[in-house]
Nanobody, 123 residues
Framework: QVQLVESGGGLVQAGGSLRLSCRAS????????VGWFRQAPGEEHEFVAA????????AYGHSIRGRFTVSRDNAKNTVYLQLNSLEPEDTAAYYC????????????????WGQGIQVTVST
């Protein structure tokens, strides 16, 4: 069973950047497509980004508007999410998830989830 652990979150001022990491253990992350989702208090999971198994294709949510970039290093069993030009509206818990579907924006199609990590953007 794959375990996923996110890191790299924290508090940042508007306009700043963060890089989130999602490290897999108990399995080979290269076998899975990986998605990033976020959830603000009282809201449902929102699709942020997804990357295919080889890292050759990516998809992004509409609210991202080119500010975030997803990438992966399968040799390190790690997927990254670079967050640039952060806005207060980006404040949420960010989750990575792994599944066999490629580039899915649906949380229901992911089998394994990390515990989430908080990103807070101040004005």
């Amino acid at each position: 069973q794959v375990q996923l652990v996110e890191s790299g979150g924290g508090l940042v001022q508007a306009g700043g950047s963060l890089r989130l990491s999602c490290r897999a253990s108990g399995g080979t992350v290269s076998e899975y497509g990986v998605g990033w989702f976020r959830q603000a208090p009282g809201e449902e999971h929102e699709f942020v980004a997804a990357i295919n198994q080889r890292g050759s294709m990516a998809a992004y949510g509409h609210s991202i508007r080119g500010r975030f970039t997803v990438s992966r290093d399968n040799a390190k069993n790690t997927v990254y999410l670079q967050l640039n030009s952060l806005e207060p509206e980006d404040t949420a818990a960010y989750y990575c998830a792994a599944g066999t579907y490629m580039l899915s924006s649906s949380a229901r199609e992911y089998d394994y989830w990390g515990q989430g990590i908080q990103v807070t953007v101040s004005t």
